[in-house]
């Protein structure tokens, strides 16, 4: 089976299985188009989710966000505060995959726990899965139904359009289950990043003649070192309590055309991972304040930021946060709140005024990776707390 139909008539997905939709979703590649030229985008899987949600009698839209990569929006309407649950529909590729990375193949460990293997497993199919299979549940239930949407967005691996266009086209709530991979911890906070480029201008010359010559790799090579002093500040700041002190690495470096050239241009690429209330300004001011000495000595030393994302955080006390761990508990779950380690689309809903966490299946340190996995148990579990928060909406606000 390989087509969105043929998934479709699986009577454990129509059902929302929430393993079953999981092993469906993986076996409908998804890989981003504007990482890998090869990706056939997010169409596939949108339709099949499109086409459970209409079947489980939800009010559904498709919102195309860039041709043939639609969001789908869908729309329970019952009691309480709107919850919206959100999950992107993109992966990344699959170059270096050691497991096949589109055959939702399963395999048991020595607790004979399956676990479930392919790209996307992790990021973020088990997540979507786990919502699709508490939507079904919460649809089909006798009790009252809560004010409820499901939105799948696309892109969130390359700029996040899927993202800024539901917060564009007006869909709000009065908070969000980001259902990336937490390991089913509750995440309530998350760092931001501001990426630069530096450039450093020098002379090209001969490399017998030193005196013509100005190089601009050591200079970038002199910058680094005193970006030392900036590490030494931020390593001795007071820790955030979940998601410890800020940083910033070198990325890449560019430079010289020949091995006796003296290189007229050198251009490092650097990241800053920023805390809650940390500007991207603040990365600008660093590494403009480092640049000083070179700039004194006459060396050219230009700075642009290239792309700025947001550091988020949603009371650890806010009614959301301890909802989600009431109904950890009330599943027989551990309650844990941690921090999500990577960047997500919760910064956005944030910014947009609606609360966010993160909360949802697997280890982000297998996302993207060449045997990216999922436990199945966790994709069920993180359904069963789902249904639980969205059910009992009324008490957790």
Not at 17 to 24: K, V
Not at 271 to 290: K, M, S, V
Request: glycine share 10%; proline share 6%; charged share 20%.
């Amino acid at each position: 089976m390989s087509g969105v139909r043929d998934f479709l008539t699986l009577p454990t997905v129509r059902a929302g299985n929430p393993a079953a939709i999981a092993r469906a979703l993986v076996r409908l590649p998804s890989v981003n188009p504007s990482l890998d030229e090869d990706g056939c985008g997010e169409g596939d899987v949108a339709n099949f989710c499109y086409e459970l949600l209409d079947g489980w009698g939800l009010e559904v839209h498709r919102r195309e966000v860039a041709p043939g990569r639609p969001n789908v929006v869908a729309r329970m309407y019952g009691e309480g505060p709107a919850l919206l649950l959100n999950g992107h529909l993109d992966t990344v590729g699959v170059g270096g995959m050691v497991v096949e990375p589109f055959a939702g193949a399963l395999s048991a460990d020595d607790d004979h726990e399956p676990t479930l293997f392919g790209r996307g497993s992790c990021d973020m199919k088990g997540g979507i899965a786990a919502i699709l299979g508490a939507t079904a549940r919460l649809a089909r239930s006798d009790s009252p139904r809560p004010n409820l949407i499901v939105a799948l967005t696309v892109d969130e691996e390359h700029a996040s359009l899927g993202m800024s266009h539901l917060i564009d086209s007006g869909v709000r709530a009065e908070m969000a289950v980001v259902c990336e991979p937490t390991g089913l911890a509750v995440a309530p906070a998350h760092k931001g990043f501001v990426w630069a480029a530096v450039e450093f201008g020098g002379v090209a010359a001969h490399g017998s003649r030193p005196d013509l010559g100005i190089d601009a790799i050591r200079n970038a090579g002199e910058y680094l070192a005193g970006l030392e002093s900036l590490h030494a500040d931020l390593s001795a700041r007071e820790p955030h309590p979940l998601l410890g002190i800020p940083s910033f690495h070198a990325g890449t470096i560019h430079g010289g055309s020949a091995d006796s050239i003296y290189p007229e241009s050198c251009v490092l690429t650097l990241e800053r991972r920023t805390l809650p209330g940390e500007a991207p300004e603040i990365f600008l001011r660093e590494l403009d304040e480092a640049a000083s000495g070179l700039r004194s000595a006459g060396h050219r030393v230009t700075i642009r930021q290239t792309l700025a994302r947001p550091a988020t955080e949603t009371p650890v006390d806010s009614a959301l946060t301890q909802g989600l761990l009431a109904a950890l508990r009330r599943c027989g779950i551990d309650d844990r709140v941690a921090s999500m380690s990577a960047w997500v689309d919760a910064a956005f809903l944030n910014q947009a005024g609606i609360p966010a966490v993160c909360f949802g299946p697997g280890d982000i340190a297998l996302a993207h990776t060449a045997a990216e996995s999922v436990p199945v148990r966790e994709i069920e579990d993180c359904a069963r707390v789902l249904e639980e928060f969205a059910g009992n909406l009324t008490a957790w606000s």
